[in-house]
């Protein structure tokens, strides 16, 4: 058999091999010697195009049943538990041409888990007694994603396609469509579809793990060997996406949230193809450029957008739509046919111009040093992610695929651009209040078509460019090389290396991860942005305001391998750079710049407080279940509010007052800053330097502390919260009294026992709802742990019941934890907490959070797990009898009805914050 190598990057140090089984199946097996976890992903090349018309959503059942038990493991859920207690989790997800399913866990289990999953494709047991629950947790899927415009957008999308393209079909699924037929039974057409599908030369499979390749083959060999062979009969995708009358039209869609988009969508063909050439994302990048004469400049300018993105859109093997996306102010909402026709003149500009040769140069360079440069990713990540490339690339470019970007000669350039031709778009306007006349299956979208005329079409064909127009200018921001810290120049831990009253800095040179890359954060502590809830709100607009003006000025950093981002957090604001370090530092200070030079506008003020506020009123229409999050947050953070309550400060705030606070904000401030990556000592004092330049003129402060608010002593209440959903919700929170290492690893430990088995009972065995769970949840660092349900059928006094109920059987159950099994889950928490960092910014992250959370000897996780190696399994048992006692100091936080007999307090959430404060 002739060898083809893989092209991989000299900073990847794994072994790939490839293989195909007897029975068709594609292998890449890769060895990673420092996994500290494996990985196996499966893709298989059915998804939900692969319906049959009277039976959608039977490819998403199909992944559901997979997990629900096979003929070697029967019990259903056993899966998901084994591999939890292992250290790792599994999931799947069903696409338009291929579902991906993954599962990890520590290495020593691998194998075992590996012959479990194997089972699963090669045996499923479509167990009669699950169909039913299962019909009923897709329901709750369909049903929890109703209000979601996403969802609700892309159904208008499916009914103004070709019907005869699979495309047209509904992916999810319901009651209604997963329902026995007269003529074929749901669980006859679930083995159909399985049989013609799931075989072995549909599929790809990828292991990731320290085991040498040999032993993964002979895992692949002796486990895999039993998927079932043979041919597919399969429908070739060979209608066209769009009929010459779905083109050339304009949608008006409204949408549930209040937002405002303009969405100009060309009609290309499957460009997997092009994958060499990269020329579509070369396109959207000049077409969604920021500088001076770009598109998004002008529109800008002209006040008609606020934001703007080139290049997305849904795509399959035939198909691929380029979608020019903006999101619109109040006159641009007025203006879009002189938006489209400036996007029209933007394109005849880049028509005529050459192939901009030196722009595309820029791109591969960038590109190829990401590749050189690769820095390595999770084993789950690693695993998933080449299961898919198999289906789309030829062996040698499996790792390489998405990184290969080769001059394309100007033919194909100027074919790609041919396709932007007004005859060949869509237009797609949402925003409320539109006139529509008629709604959309399944989600009820209201929404109208409508063709546009052809003389403004032909007239779009005609235009000139606009003679401002230019092509992205020089990036100031791009090196032409980059350079390395020797390998030996990593630092254990971060060194404080400067202190004075204004200004902390940490420095952390790291080559670990032999990236040129580095990070900088900063924590803003400003005393003037939390006096009052007034403050709060300010400064949030503040943040926003402040972003909207810099994103133009700095967009040149973000096209050559550099980012910024800023927050609200804390006592003040955060400022984050990261990338390529050469010229960061400089990137840094152009923001700090900004800061103080921005200037308050009449008309930006207006628009970014609408922009913010609408956001706000529009978070009632998340998940009850976030919702209720976000109302625990603000009950237990003195300095984070309620929505509601910054909505109010908002919708008063008047221009003369804002322009005096953004006069006071830096007045008076601390700076703890954090530097790490591939840095040299020399960067350190050049930033301490200039931070220290910005600061000297300005008063100092001492770092802010972070009030805290403590429920202990006010338990058990109950908080009837409102939320603008059909759905009922109900979350359980368990604070713990202290934060002691000790207490961290019980409420940790707690969570992995219980989170599998709360999940099974109320949702598979009880399909009380769809989003069920557990999850350690600190807050301001004290531990926690919550219980979380919504569910579309059930009031919050069934779900309080349910939960009762599931803690009396569990504590019955606790006895009979053996050690061997204690020792087991401690092993699983022990492997995750000494997973190391997989990347530089997952441990500047973390460092940085260490920092903030006064863990200056760095070594609060070693800490967590001593205390949990020296956990008993009955202090552990005497744990859990505490934590699920009925007098615990827990908060419910409910959308509904509150429970008939308990013994808990019932009040709403401001009476609580009220109590808390004056206690
Ligand atoms: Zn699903």
């Known amino acids: 058999m002739k060898k083809t190598k893989i092209k991989q990057s000299p900073n990847d140090q794994k072994q790939y091999k490839h293989l195909v089984l007897d029975n068709g199946l594609a292998v890449l097996l890769v060895q990673q010697s420092d996994a500290e976890k494996s990985a196996a992903a499966l893709c298989i090349r059915a998804g939900h195009f692969d319906d049959p018309p009277q039976r959608q959503g039977l490819a998403h059942f199909t992944e559901h049943m997979l997990f629900l038990g096979s003929k070697h493991y029967p019990v259903a859920g056993s899966f998901q538990q084994f591999v939890s207690h292992h250290g790792g989790s599994s999931n799947a997800w069903t696409g338009t041409e291929h579902s991906t399913y993954f599962f990890d866990s520590d290495t020593e289990h691998f194998a075992y888990g590996l012959q479990r999953f194997a089972d699963m494709f090669a045996h499923p047991l479509f167990a009669e007694s699950y169909i039913e629950k299962e019909r009923q947790a897709i329901e709750a899927e369909f049903t929890l994603k109703l209000k979601d415009d996403g969802r609700r957008i892309y159904q208008v999308h499916k009914e103004t396609v070709n019907p005869a393209h699979p495309f047209a079909k509904f992916s999810v699924g319901n009651l209604q469509t997963l329902v026995d037929l007269p003529e074929q039974s749901l669980r006859d057409s679930l083995l159909a579809f399985y049989q013609r599908y799931y075989l072995a030369s549909q599929m790809t499979l990828v292991l990731v793990a320290p085991d040498a390749l040999n032993t993964q083959q002979q895992w692949a060999e002796h486990y895999f060997a039993a998927l079932p062979q043979g041919e597919c009969q399969r429908d070739w995708l060979d209608e066209p996406l769009y009929l010459p009358e779905q083109l050339g039209i304009e949608l008006k869609v409204e949408p549930h949230k209040e937002m405002h988009k303009l969405v100009l969508s060309f009609a290309l063909p499957g460009i997997q193809r092009w994958y ?76 005529q111009a050459p192939f901009p040769l030196h722009l595309y140069r820029e791109r591969q360079q960038l590109l190829q040093w990401s590749f050189s440069y690769q820095e390595p990713s999770t084993t789950e990540q690693t695993a998933t992610e080449l299961a898919v490339n198999m289906h789309h690339y030829p062996i040698e470019d499996i790792v390489f695929g998405d990184y290969r970007m080769e001059t394309p000669p100007e033919t194909l350039y100027r074919q790609v651009l041919n396709y932007f031709q007004p005859t060949n778009m869509r237009l797609m306007l949402i925003a409320p209040g539109l006139t529509t006349n008629q709604k959309a299956r399944w989600y009820q979208t209201p929404y109208q078509v409508q063709p546009l005329a052809a003389a403004w079409l032909q007239s779009l064909a005609k235009l000139q460019p606009e003679p401002s127009f230019q092509l992205p200018q020089p990036n100031p921001y791009l090196v032409d090389e980059l350079h390395l810290l020797p390998a030996d120049a990593t630092q254990e831990k971060p060194d404080c290396i400067y202190r004075d009253k204004a200004l902390t800095l940490w420095f952390k040179p790291d080559a670990d991860f032999h990236t040129p890359k580095g990070h900088i954060y900063l924590q803003l502590s400003l005393p003037c942005s939390i006096k009052s809830c007034w403050q709060l709100a300010a400064t949030r607009l503040w943040v926003e305001l402040l972003n909207d003006e810099i994103q133009q000025a700095l967009y040149p950093a973000s096209t050559a391998g550099l980012g910024y981002s800023l927050h609200v957090q804390k006592q003040g604001i955060s400022i984050h750079s990261y990338g390529l370090t050469n010229n960061q530092i400089q990137l840094l200070l152009d923001v700090l710049q900004h800061l103080d030079q921005f200037e308050v506008r009449a008309g930006r003020f207006e628009e970014i407080k609408q922009q913010l506020m609408r956001h706000w009123r529009d978070s009632h229409k998340n998940k009850p279940v976030a919702s209720l999050f976000s109302q625990l947050s603000a009950i237990l953070h003195p300095l984070n509010p309620a929505i509601d309550v910054l909505l109010l400060e908002l919708e008063d705030m008047q221009l003369d007052a804002f322009a005096s606070f953004h006069q006071q904000l830096l007045q008076q401030l601390h700076i703890e800053a954090f530097m790490a990556g591939n840095w040299q000592q020399h960067d350190a004092a050049e930033l301490q330097q200039r931070l220290g330049h910005w600061l000297a003129k300005r008063q100092h402060c001492a770092p802010l502390s972070v009030p805290e608010r403590s429920v202990h002593g006010h338990g058990p209440v109950w908080l009837n919260i409102a939320v603008d959903h059909p759905d009922h919700a109900l979350v359980i929170y368990l604070p713990a009294a202290d934060k002691s290492p000790e207490q961290i690893a019980r409420f940790m430990l707690a969570n992995h026992l219980l989170a599998p088995r709360y999940f099974h009972q109320l949702r598979t065995e009880q399909q009380l709802g769809y989003l069920v769970g557990t999850g350690y949840v600190p807050v301001n660092t004290m531990p926690g742990l919550a219980f979380y349900i919504q569910s579309p059928n059930s009031d919050c006094e069934q779900l309080y019941q349910a939960t009762v109920q599931f803690y009396r059987t569990f504590l019955a159950e606790l006895e009979q934890l053996s050690e061997s099994e204690f020792q087991e889950l401690k092993q699983g928490l022990l492997n995750q907490l000494q997973d190391k960092d997989t990347s530089l910014s997952s441990r500047a992250k973390r460092l940085w959070l260490a920092i903030g959370q006064d863990d200056l000897q760095f070594d609060l996780t070693e800490r967590i797990s001593n205390a949990t190696e020296q956990l008993s399994l009955n202090q552990f048992i005497h744990f859990f009898y505490l934590l699920l006692s009925p007098d615990y100091d827990a908060i419910f936080l409910a959308t509904s009805s509150t429970p008939s007999h308990s013994h808990l307090r019932f009040m709403d959430a401001a009476q609580l914050i009220t109590e808390l404060e004056t206690s």
């Open 276 to 351: 060499p050439y990269k020329l579509v994302s070369f396109i959207a990048h000049l077409l969604g450029d920021e500088g001076p004469g770009s598109l998004y400049a002008k529109l800008k300018s002209a006040g008609w957008i606020n934001q703007l993105s080139a290049g997305g859109g849904v795509d399959g093997s035939n198909f691929k739509d380029f979608s020019i996306s903006c999101e619109l102010t109040q006159a641009g909402m007025a203006s879009t046919e002189q938006i489209t026709q400036m996007v029209f003149q933007y394109l005849a500009m880049l028509k």
